[in-house]
């Protein structure tokens, strides 16, 4: 059913299967839930993640030799194309003509053994960090409630706030699915960790409203694709660099209005009252 209803979108399949462990995890713990959602849906994430790296080799002209045969059997008339880089739309197209009995011998030929090790890999991350949503997402957050019985606070609330600090747990999925956060070499994989963690700072900045002092609605917009700029997974380092130094300066005079700030000034006051 994920796979009919996504139609080959790698986003639409993230996203059903966000839901499928939300569901899961109302009444399942987090190890079952991460069992049935591999068995069922990672075949089918690992396709897509694999598919798209495909398409980029074949946007950008470097398909191998060997699996340009796969595409002479499937469609001859065709194999002329592979010989020059193409838009996505066109390679989309060349690869839906590869019958599906075809499709896991493309991918053997394309990517080496240990690539596609690691799509697997990927595929079964995103997985287990969904499979952790449903502790801290309301209408059924197990984690959240325990807590909320512990400190004696009221549970939906304390359900949707847990739901707003734990806003990685969604965001590092499409992190493993996009980027090459664990597919890449180790130079790609420290890029995409470095600027994701500042992105992901500039989004709490924006979601809570302080950074080193309290932000200004208009501050607190500029957060947002500030953090979505540094983890759109473009893999343009100068777009990152920009978001990066943006970020940067927005932090240096956030930080210097929080030391203007004397002891008992009100703001001070209010973040001592939001710290305690």
């Known amino acids: 059913m994920i796979t009919d209803w996504a139609g080959g979108s790698l986003l639409i399949t993230i996203l059903l299967v966000a839901l499928?462990?939300?569901?899961?995890?109302?009444?399942?713990?987090?190890?079952?839930a991460y069992i049935v959602l591999a068995t069922l849906s990672a075949p089918a994430i690992y396709n897509l993640i694999a598919q798209s790296q495909l398409v980029e080799l074949m946007v950008n002209g470097n398909l191998p030799?060997?699996?340009k045969a796969i595409f002479m059997l499937a469609a001859p008339d065709k194999l002329s194309l592979l010989d020059a880089p193409m838009d996505a739309?066109?390679?989309?197209?060349?690869?839906?003509?590869?019958?599906?009995?075809?499709?896991s011998q493309l991918l053997e030929q394309a990517l080496s053994p240990a690539a596609l090790s690691m799509l697997l890999v990927a595929a079964h991350m995103v997985i287990f960090w969904l499979s952790q949503d449903s502790n801290v997402t309301p209408p059924v957050c197990l984690?959240?409630?325990?807590?909320?019985?512990i400190a004696g606070t009221p549970?939906?609330?304390?359900?949707?706030?847990?739901?707003?600090?734990?806003?990685?747990?969604?965001?590092?999925?499409?992190?493993?699915?996009?980027?090459?956060?664990?597919?890449?070499?180790?130079?790609?994989?420290?890029?995409?960790?470095?600027?994701?963690?500042?992105?992901?700072?500039?989004?709490i900045a924006g979601l809570e409203g302080y950074l080193e002092?309290?932000?200004?609605?208009?501050?607190?917009?500029?957060?947002?694709?500030?953090?979505?700029?540094?983890?759109w997974p473009h893999g343009q380092i100068l777009?990152?660099?920009?978001?990066?130094?943006?970020?940067?300066?927005?932090?240096?005079?956030?930080?210097?209005?929080?030391?203007?700030i004397s002891p008992g000034a009100p703001g001070r006051?209010?973040?001592v009252a939001g710290d305690t």
């Open 20 to 32: 499928a462990s939300l569901i899961l995890g109302m009444g399942l713990p987090v190890t079952a």
């Open 65 to 67: 030799e060997q699996a």
């Open 143 to 149: 984690t959240a409630f325990a807590a909320a019985a």
């Open 155 to 203: 549970q939906m609330r304390t359900g949707f706030t847990a739901w707003k600090l734990a806003k990685g747990l969604y965001i590092v999925p499409l992190l493993f699915a996009y980027s090459p956060l664990i597919t890449g070499d180790f130079t790609e994989m420290i890029r995409v960790f470095c600027f994701a963690l500042f992105g992901l700072y500039a989004i």
């Open 213 to 231: 002092h309290k932000l200004n609605l208009l501050v607190r917009l500029l957060m947002f694709p500030i953090g979505a700029l540094m983890l």
């Open 269 to 271: 006051e209010e973040k």
């Open 89 to 103: 739309a066109t390679a989309q197209q060349l690869l839906s003509l590869v019958p599906d009995t075809f499709s």
């Open 239 to 260: 777009v990152d660099g920009a978001g990066l130094v943006i970020f940067l300066c927005v932090l240096v005079w956030s930080s210097r209005c929080g030391r203007n």
